[in-house]
């Protein structure tokens, strides 16, 4: 079984200020993705970005990066420039290739972004 | 429709009874995901359909729950008898195909409230 650890319950940092997130996990799987979704207030989950394990290179999307460790099982989420939109349930998640077992989800953290 | 649609947004409902709930999943989407969402459990992972077809349903919390999907599209999830520990949201989530194309498409859940 697999198991995602995001030890940071809550996060508050001042508008347009770099903020990172952990998370690690564990598996004896080889073959896996990675994941970040934002959930707001609405409720719905929103992918944030992911990694396929098999790639060495961090995913980046905008402000948005990751530093993907695959030898410490670690894979944080860095956002450049944070605003007040960026308020949110941040969910690390992991998958197993083909799908079948769905998403395993960290607590979360909560981050808040300060004006 | 443009995104995973999911009704109903809300349900209360007494202790005993019956409920059902739907998920109208992006069209094209092969894959389809329910989770739940709950204070104590975190988000978990309950049953996956490729296609019509689930494979494995050992991850639904008990007898009173099922699941099923027909026409490739819609999937309905019903609770019998329902207890006040199901009191959750529920999440569905659809994908293209599940191993060629990862990224998953949430609904805004149902919040399933038993009084």
């Known amino acids: 079984a697999q198991t995602v650890t995001q030890s940071q319950p809550e996060m508050s940092v001042q508008e347009a200020e770099t903020v990172t997130l952990s998370c690690t996990y564990d598996?004896?799987?080889?073959?896996?993705?990675l994941f970040w979704y934002k959930q707001p207030p609405s409720r719905q989950m929103i992918l944030v970005i992911r990694?396929?394990?098999?790639?060495?290179q961090n995913a980046t999307e905008n402000r948005f990066s990751v530093n993907f460790q695959k030898a410490a099982k670690s894979f944080s989420l860095k956002i450049s420039d944070s605003q007040l939109g960026d308020t949110a349930m941040y969910f690390c998640?992991?998958?197993?290739?083909?799908?079948?077992?769905?998403?395993?989800f960290g607590k979360g953290t909560h981050l808040i972004i300060q004006p | 429709g443009a995104g995973v649609s999911q009704s109903p947004s809300n349900k209360v409902t007494e202790k005993g009874k019956d409920v059902e709930l739907r998920c109208d999943p992006i069209s094209g989407h092969t894959a389809l995901y329910w989770y739940r969402q709950s204070l104590g459990q975190g988000l978990e992972f309950l049953i996956y359909f490729q296609g019509n077809s689930a494979p494995d349903k050992s991850g639904l919390p008990s007898d009173r729950f099922s699941a099923e999907r027909t026409g490739g599209s819609v999937s309905t999830l019903t609770i019998q008898r329902t207890q006040q520990e199901d009191s959750a949201v529920y999440l569905c989530a659809s994908s293209l195909d599940s191993g060629k194309n990862t990224e998953a498409f949430f609904g805004q859940g149902t919040r399933l409230t038993v009084v």
């Open positions: 598996t004896s799987e080889s073959n896996y993705y």
């Open positions: 998640a992991f998958m197993i290739r083909g799908g079948a077992d769905g998403l395993t």
């Open positions: 990694q396929e394990a098999y790639k060495q």
